[in-house]
Nanobody, 122 residues
Framework: EVQLVESGGGLVQPGGSLRLSCAAS????????MSWVRQAPGKGLEWLSY????????DYADSVRGRFTVSRDNAKNTLYLQMTNLTTEDTGVYYC???????????????WGQGTQVTVSA
């Protein structure tokens, strides 16, 4: 059974940092591109970042480029998202998803985790 389990969310002050993790199991993690997606309160799914299966290629949404860094450890079957200089606009549920384009027509496609809540507030 394919499983993706996010962790590391929580409450952080504006300007702070968090690192999210996504533990993968039930499939050969190292052959899949992976993504991070978030959903802010009352809004749709927003793709944030992608990393290639080997970790050599990454891409980011304009809203997080320069502040967020995606990485992976294929030996540990784990995906990461380092988030810095957080703002209140970054509040939402953060998901990891298998493949490069996990949002199609605003809907989830493929394997997703259950999400972890990130709240940025003073």
């Amino acid at each position: 059974e394919v499983q993706l389990v996010e962790s590391g969310g929580g409450l952080v002050q504006p300007g702070g940092s968090l690192r999210l993790s996504c533990a993968a199991s039930g499939f050969t993690f190292k052959i899949y591109d992976m993504s991070w997606v978030r959903q802010a309160p009352g809004k749709g799914l927003e793709w944030l970042s992608y990393i290639s299966n080997g970790g050599l290629s990454t891409d980011y949404a304009d809203s997080v480029r320069g502040r967020f860094t995606v990485s992976r450890d294929n030996a540990k079957n784990t995906l990461y998202l380092q988030m810095t200089n957080l703002t209140t606009e970054d509040t939402g549920v953060y998901y990891c998803a298998r493949n490069r384009s996990p949002v199609v027509a605003g809907k989830k496609v493929g394997a997703w985790g259950q999400g972890t809540q990130v709240t940025v507030s003073a």
